[in-house]
């Protein structure tokens, strides 16, 4: 069995979880989702936690076990607590601002980049060089942050550009001068 399939999904009282056919819902206080779901994997609620079991062995549904599991895991976690991602913006005259709902970016082009985000994701800067993306779907939180990070990559000769918070930048050294 997958290791991490068959760990039980613990159901906080905040979170509800509804069935119909192939599409699981869960709701909480930040808000819902919903998934659909494949027919390789069955879920049962036992002791207030969900369960995912799978109907056979195939590999198929040896493959979807733990995926399932873990995507709605993520979506229980994210209707009560949220996901947020912090990017960090290193460069002389890099910023980042909210200008209304887009965010502002000034990364050494000619222009400034603006970013308006999806529905569901927040967009913070509570300083210049830090933006936080907050939302309760974790990959949408992912992506946006990846959609973000690629305006301007870190460079591995000065460290400029946009990085994950804790991600480290391996550094190279530069041309040698003359001999």
Known sequence: MSRIGK???????QAKIEIN???IRVSGPKGSLEQKLT???IITEENS???VRRIDDSKKARAQHGLYRMLINNMVQGVTNGFTTKLEIAGVGFRAEM??????????FSHLIY????EG????TPDQVTVLISGIDKALVGQVAAKIRSFKKP???RGKGIKYSGEVIRRKEGKAAGK
Do not use: R, W
């Open 39 to 41: 027919d390789q994997v």
């Open 155 to 157: 460079e591995p000769y």
């Open 7 to 13: 760990m039980p999904i613990p159901l906080s009282n």
């Open 115 to 118: 970013f308006k985000a999806p």
């Open 99 to 108: 200008k209304g709902e887009l965010l502002a970016l000034t990364l050494g």
């Open 121 to 124: 994701i927040k967009l913070e």
């Open 49 to 51: 936690a969900l369960l």
């Open 21 to 23: 056919d192939s599409i």
